[in-house]
T-cell receptor, first 117, second 114 residues
């Protein structure tokens, strides 16, 4: 069964450093998403991406964040200058349909645990 | 403001028993409601998706109900198993928003004990 994969599973970085989190969505999916979940808190939407551009983003997704689909398979989240409060699980998700689809079932990856020291 | 509230916050049941989790939402206009199961340290896994025209949806031992008039949903788990121990998250999407910018509930943490 196709699945969303993410690498690395755990990333430890120093405050102020840049990190890139990688995701490989399901191959025939068109919509891609990043979410984060701070330990003990709810999942929070960061950004959605379609047709090589951001379609929607949350207030959390400020200038330190960027997303990219550098090739036909990868979808990345870059955090330019990490802060302590960026420590969280980051989940990538993909769906076949997005806004136009009522059944926009999203498939989540296993997550990358980011620890900022 | 769009909100999704789940209850109870946590629940402990014995293996083999049934349980029901609740979700109330204020998202409007409504598009769909999804229930996810999230094991500790893992990504959420979709259990059910319902649009406003559906009032019940089953997936094995999981049955979700939806009352779009009262903006309430429930997830019923029958004959619970130890592997059902997880967080169950209710997610609601509005019509005028991208599918991703959904509103997540805080989740109900279910513990099934032998």
């Amino acid at each position: 069964e196709p699945e969303v994969t993410q690498t690395p599973s755990h990333q430890v970085t120093q405050m102020g450093q840049e990190v890139i989190l990688r995701c490989v969505p399901i191959s025939n999916h068109l919509y891609f998403y990043w979410y984060r979940q701070i330990l003990g808190q709810k999942v929070e939407f960061l950004v959605s991406f379609y047709n090589n551009e951001i379609s929607e983003k949350s207030e959390i997704f400020d200038d330190q964040f960027s997303v990219e689909r550098p090739d036909g398979s990868n979808f990345t989240l870059k955090i330019r200058s990490t802060k302590l409060e960026d420590s969280a699980m980051y989940f990538c998700a993909s769906s076949e349909l997005g806004r136009e689809g009522a059944y926009n079932e999203q498939f989540f990856g296993p997550g990358t645990r980011l620890t900022v020291l | 403001k769009n909100q999704v509230e789940q209850s109870p916050q946590s629940l402990i049941i014995l293996e083999g028993k049934n349980c029901t989790l609740q979700c109330n939402y204020t998202v409007s206009p409504f598009s769909n409601l999804r229930w996810y199961k999230q094991d500790t340290g893992r990504g959420p896994v979709s259990l059910t998706i319902m649009t406003f025209s559906e009032n019940t949806k089953s997936n094995g031992r999981y049955t979700a109900t939806l009352d779009a008039d009262t903006k309430q949903s429930s997830l019923h788990i029958t004959a619970s198993q130890l592997s059902d121990s997880a967080s169950y998250i209710c997610v609601v999407s509005g019509l005028n928003t991208n599918a991703g910018k959904s509103t997540f509930g805080d989740g109900t943490t279910l513990t099934v004990k032998p």
